[in-house]
């Protein structure tokens, strides 16, 4: 009895000193999981911050921000340049750049289209039996082969998609411009071929069915 009571204190000890026995492992190439909720918040503009009467120096800015896992993140931007505090200090997103010098009343007017209409998506034929349409934030995939999996990796971050077929057919490279898609290549395997989106960040993303196959989207 007293051998079985000091086997079972031994066995305790031991999984004490162990950081978490039941926590299962999990792959570094899945977007990081937290308790945290992420928040829904409009798109940013911009914002003023009136200075004390006693600043003269900005030494630096800090920026909290909320991180894709639901974490709070701070980066800090060293600035070392003297100020009036008579006048505020403006933060502001920049607008993504469009080509041409387009004016300001243009990039409204083809902002308020998109909006309405949606951005006319970008379509190609890699394979007789595959076709793509890229979107703003969507890619969808036309095609008859049923999907076999998909998984994404990071650094760069990735989103892998393999279908079902046996093909033969040389590697292809598709480079996209713009964000948040980088590029698209498709490789042939034994059995299946795969689809490999490389995108600018890590993003959450879903891969639905849609009629004539799949679509990958972005929030």
């Known amino acids: 009895m007293r051998y079985a009571l000091m086997t079972i204190f031994a066995l305790l000890a031991f999984l004490q000193a162990r950081e978490n026995p039941f926590k299962p492992v999990i792959d570094n190439t899945v977007l990081p999981v937290t308790s945290n909720q992420v928040k829904k918040a409009p798109p940013f ?71 309405k209409e949606g951005a006319k998506p970008r379509r190609l034929r890699p394979l007789p039996f595959l076709s793509l349409e890229i979107g703003e934030r969507r890619i969808r995939i036309l095609t008859d082969d049923a999907k076999i999996r998909s998984f994404h990796l990071s650094r760069p971050f990735k989103v892998a998609i393999d279908l079902r077929r046996e093909a033969g057919f040389l590697t292809k490279h598709i480079p996209l411009k713009g964000a948040p898609f980088r590029a698209i290549d498709i490789g042939n395997h034994k059995g299946y071929y795969r689809i490999v989106v490389t995108l600018d960040a890590p993003y959450r993303y879903s891969i639905v069915e849609v009629p004539g196959g799949y679509e990958l989207r972005l929030p």
């Open 45 to 115: 503009e911009s914002t003023k911050v009136a200075m004390p009467n006693d600043a003269r120096v900005l030494t630096s800015i800090a920026i909290y921000y909320q991180s894709i896992d639901g974490s709070i993140k701070k980066r800090v931007v060293p600035v070392d340049r003297s100020i009036d505090w008579h006048r505020p200090i403006v933060i502001s997103q920049a607008p993504l750049p469009l080509s041409g010098g387009v004016s300001k009343e243009k990039r409204e007017a083809r902002k308020e289209g998109a909006s």
